[in-house]
């Protein structure tokens, strides 16, 4: 702790506190938004599995309630492989360097669709869980929905 604090003081000292203070907070900001961002990602995505506690299964919800989400080689590194959320989910004590050798060796896990960085963007727009269609989807779903239910059935 005083070693973290002494090179806290020393770059402090030169650079000047406002601009170790804009580092720090640059710094912590894209960190934690990039947190935010996995953890929205691996369990707000296109086909995820969402049940009632009277249905729910762990196995299901482990494997299908978790995404597995593909990053390029450095991003999964960066990551600590977290990419691998379904198996982690469904074994939380597997080491996160060991999650890959994992899905490698298991053809269940193979069998996972990936979620990419392109497609992870699609779920931006998923806000609801729609319990007639069982899918996640966005806030234009629900004005559908109203102006279906407001308007008269046809051929009356």
């Not at 002494?6 to 650079?15: E, V, Y």
């Not at 934690?32 to 969402?50: I, K, N, P």
């Not at 890959?100 to 963007?121: G, V």
Request: hydrophobic letters at 40%; charged letters at 15%.
């Amino acid at each position: 702790m005083s070693r973290w604090l002494g090179m806290a003081a020393l770059l402090t000292w030169l650079m000047s506190l406002k601009a170790y203070l804009v580092i720090q907070v640059t710094v912590l900001m894209i960190a934690g938004s990039v947190g935010v961002w996995l953890f929205y990602v691996q369990h707000q995505f296109e086909g995820a599995y969402w049940e009632r506690r009277g249905q729910w299964d762990y196995v299901t919800a482990a494997l299908h309630g978790s995404s597995y989400y593909r990053l390029p080689k450095v991003l999964q590194w960066f990551t600590g492989n977290i990419g691998f959320h379904h198996i982690h989910h469904l074994s939380p004590t597997i080491p996160n360097y060991r999650l890959e050798e994992c899905h490698r060796a298991t053809p269940m896990f193979q069998r996972m669709e990936p979620i990419t960085l392109w497609r992870s963007l699609q779920s931006l727009s998923f806000r609801l869980w729609d319990e007639q269609r069982r899918q996640l989807v966005g806030f234009g779903r629900l004005k559908t929905a109203r102006r279906e239910m407001s308007s008269p059935p046809a051929g009356r």
